[in-house]
T-cell receptor, first 116, second 116 residues
Framework: GQQLNQSPQSMFIQEGEDVSMNCTSSSIFNTWLWYKQEPGEGPVLLIALYKAGELTSNGRLTAQFGITRKDSFLNISASIPSDVGIYFCAGQPSTVTQGGSEKLVFGKGTKLTVNP | EPEVTQTPSHQVTQMGQEVILRCVPISNHLYFYWYRQILGQKVEFLVSFYNNEISEKSEIFDDQFSVERPDGSNFTLKIRSTKLEDSAMYFC??????????????FGSGTRLTVV
């Protein structure tokens, strides 16, 4: 159905390393969003993707919207300690009747730990 | 930067009691949402609200839940008779647009609801 499979579940890396995480689904999504959540806070939008094949950067972050509209990845280059947190992919499902749903479907998150 | 404000930040309630979670969305936003996140799990959509009515809701949003925009600024989530499994972080979000061109939500910091 409209589930997002996010991997990996967790990552432990050294400061300076690059990070890659991805989300896949069997359903088509109109929009892919990547959020970061820190303890006790709400999700904060990092990157939004609106077109299949779109590649977008935000500083050290790069994300792509897959051609099939069923997947997306997020890369973080040269990680720093403040990158620590949980990263969620989220998608806006495509629906036959409405063209697009308003809700966001979230992945289960990737917990990132950066060792200085 | 405009933000979504939620109160209280933490609420403890006895099972069976009614609770009202409050949110002040961003002032020029027209679409409002509630999500919840059970501890350690993914963020789940509850309901979307536009033009003073529910536009979409999930299976989680049963008869125990209701939403209201009592005035021009507040957006509330009421749980009529709380159950232990309602314990979660509840996030309010708002957005300026909807549908396929939705430019991402802004989430509040959440209300942690603990049902004892």
């Amino acid at each position: 159905g409209q589930q997002l499979n996010q991997s990996p579940q967790s990552m432990f890396i050294q400061e300076g390393e690059d990070v890659s995480m991805n989300c896949t689904s069997s359903s088509i999504f109109n929009t892919w969003l990547w959020y970061k959540q820190e303890p006790g806070e709400g999700p904060v939008l990092l990157i939004a993707l609106y077109k299949a094949g779109e590649l977008t950067s935000n500083g050290r972050l790069t994300a792509q919207f897959g051609i099939t509209r069923k997947d997306s990845f997020l890369n973080i280059s040269a990680s720093i300690p403040s990158d620590v947190g949980i990263y969620f992919c989220a998608g806006q499902p495509s629906t036959v009747t409405q063209g697009g749903s308003e809700k966001l479907v979230f992945g289960k998150g990737t917990k990132l730990t950066v060792n200085p | 930067e405009p933000e979504v404000t939620q109160t209280p930040s933490h609420q403890v309630t006895q099972m069976g009691q009614e609770v009202i979670l409050r949110c002040v969305p961003i002032s020029n936003h027209l679409y409002f949402y509630w999500y919840r996140q059970i501890l350690g799990q993914k963020v789940e959509f509850l309901v979307s609200f536009y033009n003073n009515e529910i536009s979409e809701k999930s299976e989680i949003f049963d008869d125990q839940f209701s939403v209201e925009r009592p005035d021009g600024s507040n957006f509330t989530l009421k749980i009529r008779s709380t159950k232990l499994e309602d314990s979660a972080m509840y996030f309010c979000a708002s957005s300026e647009t909807r549908g396929e061109a939705n430019y991402g939500y802004t989430f509040g910091s959440g209300t942690r609801l603990t049902v004892v």
